[in-house]
């Protein structure tokens, strides 16, 4: 009886020692409001081998949000591949020969989704459906189901949907209409999935994508196809983040640009570069750029056409400075290397006006 007429007293007492511990103007552990204050946000990119495999447009674009300063960020995925040029967080959802459908179908997502706990998804996946040939009304039904799926996981989710690139594969002569077909349902279809509280963005992939010129086979983005997809996908994200100064020229209403290196030939003592600096805004042209090449040890640059080169700086020619609002231009150097033949390790920094 005695001991229980006590354990108010105890409890009271030690109480007042946690308050004093804490120091003054302190209440304890952080809320946990606080702490998710201070997290990153989670970015998932989910699709399939233009998302993945590798995807470097993931690359450029983790760069520019970088470089404008855009850095309490997380990619987040299961999956994580780093044979891009530039330095990135890797982790992604690109699965390289999937169908949404399927992906919708199988249920695969919702285990993503666990293991990731994205924010924001960044959602470039239909390309196989649509080579298979099926029909725009299960493909949205897929998307629809796959929104679902993603708002179960977080009610506030962000989703940057896109309007899918061009692919014209010599195995597929119906592909590229296809594709247009069931890009024009998709804004339709987000108008009518979208909520305040878990908005879904339609991001115009297709416009001023030539499969042709962009890609290496008709479906696989090259390094111009790269840039001009981190070029598009950037305004949407960034919009969805802590926004940056207005002048900032990473800031998607001002001129700002990204550079992505290509090896196109390497031989023993070394090898042919290209350059493509796209415009990162999507309503201004830039008036002249500047890119700074990072070079491996023992590389110097030779020769530079397409643009004027002091050094490892390479500004414009006078007819190539101008660059509409979310398009690209590019240069070509040759590189002398000591190093053993192999892709050089070429990093690309560019900067407008």
């Not at 990119?45 to 447009?57: A, K, N, R």
Request: some cysteine; proline content about 7%; aromatic content about 8%.
């Amino acid at each position: 009886m005695r001991s229980s007429r006590h354990r108010p007293l105890l409890a009271t007492f030690l109480a007042a020692l946690v308050v004093v511990a804490a120091g003054p103007g302190l209440t304890g552990a952080p809320s946990a409001a606080a702490s998710a204050a201070a997290a990153p946000v989670r970015i998932m990119p989910l699709g399939d081998s233009i998302t993945g495999s590798p995807g470097c447009w993931r690359s450029l674009l983790w760069n520019q949000l970088q470089n404008a300063g855009y850095t309490d960020i997380d990619f987040v995925g299961t999956l994580n591949a780093q044979s891009c040029a530039l330095t990135h967080d890797a982790d992604n959802e690109g699965h390289g020969g999937f169908q949404a459908t399927a992906t919708a179908d199988q249920n695969l997502l919702p285990g993503w989704l666990a293991a990731t706990r994205p924010d924001i998804v960044v959602m470039h996946f239909g390309t196989n459906d649509v080579w298979s040939s099926i029909a725009p009304d299960t493909l949205l039904a897929a998307y629809t189901k796959l929104v679902g799926q993603m708002r179960a996981a977080n009610p506030s989710m962000k989703v940057l949907v896109a309007q899918l690139i061009p692919i014209n594969p010599s195995s597929c002569a119906e592909c590229a209409a296809r594709t247009v077909a069931f890009n024009q349902r998709i804004p339709a279809w987000a108008q009518g999935i979208t909520t305040a509280q878990s908005p879904v963005t339609v991001v115009d992939q297709w416009t001023g994508f030539d499969s042709a010129t962009d890609t290496y086979d008709g479906v696989h983005p090259n390094a111009s196809g790269d840039a001009k997809m981190a070029a598009r996908w950037y305004p949407a994200l960034s919009s969805l983040l802590t926004p940056g100064d207005p002048g900032d020229p990473g800031d998607p209403g001002s001129g700002g640009c990204s550079a992505a290196f290509r090896a196109v030939s390497v031989w023993q003592d070394g090898y042919q570069g290209e350059v493509t600096v796209t415009n990162t805004s999507s309503t201004a042209a830039i008036s002249s750029w500047t890119v700074n090449l990072t070079l491996p040890a023992g590389s110097r640059v030779t020769q530079v056409w397409n643009g004027a080169q002091t050094g490892t700086t390479v500004r414009n020619a006078g007819w190539n400075g101008t660059v509409p609002a979310g398009a690209s231009t590019t240069f070509g150097f040759l590189a002398s290397t000591s190093a053993a033949a192999g892709t050089p390790s070429v990093t690309a920094a560019c900067s407008a006006s």
